[in-house]
């Protein structure tokens, strides 16, 4: 095992390297939002191309997450952060001179493959460097930095927009990815013998999690929590700005704003829901996420009656919340999926998770965008917050720690290890 009471500053340093990449790189993943309006506009779009696009951006990392995490497992975290950042950089320069609703979608497509290996290399170097009672914490903060990212993206993105155009925006983007890439790859290593220590692990077949097959139910419902809440991110997160601008009747810029709320929610929502399955649930994941989905469906609910005039005392706290949890789900399950393999296939099982995660994230907004054209934003809203609520009330009621007891049973005591929350599993 890591002596993980070595270089305890160190490991707070690498946490802060990984918070920095994933903040440039999730500015430009998720810039379509606030851009939206401009390129609709601009390129002449309705909601349901407009939601096309944001499937590009997701469904590019669709079919490639698992080879890359697959590959962070056997080139290691550095590598491929300069590949995925390289990728990222190259289109969004690509972006900066498309002018039709083609050349965008094949660019942001580029953009999904290169994203596809932000997840699984980011939560592999947090895995090598942080112990199991502080993981959800660490992985909470790390991925803050898509929130951080996407809220300062929602504040200065229009404003780039107005002021040039949407392409100009996203040059910027691919300036800001090629420096976060170059102190990624130049500051970041792992720890001395970690990748011996893995081989080792490996070899010997043994690991640090509880064992759980890649392919087994567990990781199935796993990776259908990522397709779910998914959806409801990429759908919030596209539309949200559209909605408050038509509906609520806001300034662009005012919606954008809202838009860096939700954000801002979902990049306090991350540690914090890491806090309250490490401390609170005393490690069980099932528990808070769970929770978390179901007051993200209530939150939906509430968004979709919200009518023009609403008194912003009421909605800015409702956006926020939304945020907090439809955004901040991630950690959760990340921890959750890798606890239950290995820690030497974190990032497989990153790799899986993601590519669930970003099919929600691609399929998602179409689907909210064909609902918003034939029934209007109420509709699409309860929709989705239906299947939140169904979906939450699911885990609730799925067994998992009886079935990891059930499977721990076939083993003896001295292979049996502890699932995190005390249930025992293999």
């Known amino acids: 095992m890591l002596d993980f009471k070595q270089n305890r500053t160190n490991r707070w340093q690498i946490l802060s390297i990984l918070l920095l990449f994933m903040a440039a790189v999730c500015l430009g993943q998720f810039a379509h939002g606030p851009l939206s309006p401009f390129i609709m506009q601009s390129l002449n779009l309705n909601k349901t191309q407009m939601g096309t696009l944001a499937m590009a951006v997701f469904g590019g990392g669709v079919f490639t997450t698992l080879l890359s995490g697959w590959l962070v497992d056997i080139l290691g975290v550095k590598?491929?952060?300069?590949?995925?950042?390289?990728?990222?950089?190259?289109?969004?320069?690509?972006?900066?001179?498309?002018?039709?609703?083609?050349?965008?979608?094949?660019?942001?497509?580029?953009?999904?493959i290169g994203f596809g290996t932000i997840s699984p290399l980011t939560n592999k170097g947090v895995f090598l460097w942080f112990p199991s009672n502080e993981r959800a914490f660490a992985l909470g903060v790390k991925q803050s930095?898509?929130?951080?990212?996407?809220a300062i993206g929602a504040f200065l993105l229009p404003a780039l927009a107005l002021h040039y155009n949407w392409n100009t925006a996203y040059g910027f983007i691919g300036l800001t990815v090629i420096i976060a890439t170059s102190i990624t790859f130049y500051l970041y290593h792992d720890p001395t013998g970690a990748e011996k220590e893995?081989?080792?692990?490996?070899?010997?077949?043994?690991?640090?999690?509880?064992?759980?097959?890649?392919w087994g139910n567990?990781?199935?419902i796993c990776s259908a929590c990522g397709l779910i809440l998914g959806m409801a991110q990429g759908s919030f997160t596209t539309f949200l700005?559209?909605?408050l601008k038509e509906n609520v009747n806001m300034p662009v810029v005012m919606a954008g704003s809202c838009l860096a709320v939700a954000q801002l929610g979902g990049t306090i929502g991350r540690p914090v829901w890491g806090l309250i399955s490490d401390y609170i649930f005393q490690g069980?994941?099932?528990?808070?996420?769970?929770?978390?989905?179901?007051?993200?469906?209530?939150?939906?609910?509430?968004?979709?009656?919200?009518?023009p005039g609403v008194s912003r005392i009421i909605l800015i706290p409702n956006v926020f919340l939304l945020g907090a949890t439809s955004m901040a789900w991630n950690a959760l399950l990340f921890t959750l999926a890798i606890e239950l393999?290995?820690?030497?296939?974190?990032?497989?099982?990153?790799?899986?998770?993601t590519t669930a995660n970003f099919a929600g994230l691609g399929f998602g907004p179409p689907l909210f965008g064909y609902l918003v054209d034939i029934g209007g934003y109420r509709l699409a809203f309860l929709v989705f917050s239906l299947g939140l609520i169904i979906w939450g009330l699911f885990l609730a009621w799925w067994p998992l720690e009886k079935r990891l007891a059930r499977r721990n049973s076939h083993y003896p005591p001295a292979r049996a290890k502890k699932y995190p929350g005390g249930q025992l599993s293999r």
């Open 198 to 214: 893995e081989l080792k692990r490996v070899n010997n077949g043994k690991h640090d999690g509880i064992g759980v097959s890649i």
């Open 241 to 243: 700005t559209p909605f």
């Open 79 to 112: 590598k491929m952060a300069l590949v995925g950042g390289a990728l990222m950089a190259a289109a969004f320069i690509g972006l900066f001179w498309a002018h039709t609703f083609t050349q965008t979608f094949w660019l942001l497509i580029l953009v999904g």
């Open 284 to 307: 069980n994941r099932k528990r808070a996420f769970y929770l978390l989905t179901l007051i993200a469906g209530l939150q939906g609910t509430i968004l979709a009656f919200t009518a």
């Open 145 to 150: 930095g898509s929130g951080i990212g996407t």
């Open 218 to 220: 567990e990781m199935m």
């Open 341 to 353: 393999t290995s820690q030497a296939k974190a990032g497989t099982a990153s790799g899986m998770i």
